[in-house]
T-cell receptor, first 115, second 113 residues
Framework: GAGVSQSPRYKVAKRGQDVALRCDPI?????LFWYQQALGQGPEFLTY????????KSGLPSDRFFAERPEGSVSTLKIQRTQQEDSAVYLC?????????????FGPGTRLTVT | GDSVTQMEGPVTLSEEAFLTINCTYT??????LFWYVQYPGEGLQLLLK?????DKGSNKGFEATYRKETTSFHLEKGSVQVSDSAVYFC????????????FGTGTQLKVEL
């Protein structure tokens, strides 16, 4: 079946602009995660949804970052007033209790460059 | 908090050489441990996993054993191929943390003929 998809794959924003990154999880997966991966680093957790409920947003770096999943499927990560330090690859992952120990399936990521 | 430390790369090996990538972790609970792989131009893929002490995860000739006494999960392969060239990430999931993953910084592996 289809995997996790993300759009756009690449986004260039001028400093101060707002951006919205979309994630389509695997159909039926109840859990959805967002991670931020800086160049040469491992992914870092941003936030976690179970269905439409945002259960953990402890990794969001500032109040400029906002995520939603209103109908428990597609999720959007929004970054307001982008800064150069926001440049990174943003990864989305989904999982389900049916996948054993909650294995996470990752999308290809959105590479955000803030100029 | 939870953390994962893995050896820095890049690691360069000749084809058919033995591979070890070290990984150690710190966690407050009883985590599950993972190795993810990122091939050039592709997304992260789960390579193998282990859920409790002394479990051995294996896939595609790669193995790693969950060692609670040394808090380690080293990745090994007996004979690497050029196609194994990728970045390898060690990660843990602490069940008390909602199953979010904590990753190491990644180790780039280059396999040459």
């Amino acid at each position: 079946g289809a995997g996790v998809s993300q759009s756009p794959r690449y986004k260039v924003a001028k400093r101060g602009q707002d951006v919205a990154l979309r994630c389509d999880p695997i159909s039926g997966h109840v859990s959805l995660f967002w991670y931020q991966q800086a160049l040469g680093q491992g992914p870092e957790f941003l936030t976690y949804f179970q269905n439409e409920a945002q259960l953990d947003k402890s990794g969001l770096p500032s109040d400029r970052f906002f995520a939603e999943r209103p109908e428990g499927s597609v999720s959007t990560l929004k970054i307001q007033r982008t800064q150069q330090e926001d440049s990174a690859v943003y990864l989305c992952a989904s999982s389900s209790p049916g996948t054993g120990i909650y294995e996470q399936y990752f999308g290809p990521g959105t590479r955000l460059t803030v100029t | 908090g939870d953390s994962v430390t893995q050896m820095e790369g890049p690691v360069t090996l000749s084809e058919e050489a033995f591979l070890t990538i070290n990984c150690t972790y710190t966690a407050t609970g009883y985590p599950s441990l993972f190795w993810y792989v990122q091939y050039p131009g592709e997304g992260l893929q789960l390579l193998l996993k282990a859920t409790k002490a002394d479990d051995k995860g294996s896939n595609k000739g790669f193995e790693a054993t969950y060692r609670k006494e040394t808090t380690s999960f080293h990745l090994e392969k007996g004979s690497v191929q050029v196609s194994d060239s990728a970045v390898y990430f060690c990660a843990l999931s602490d069940r008390g943390g909602g199953n979010k993953l904590t990753f190491g910084t990644g180790t780039q592996l280059k396999v040459e003929l």
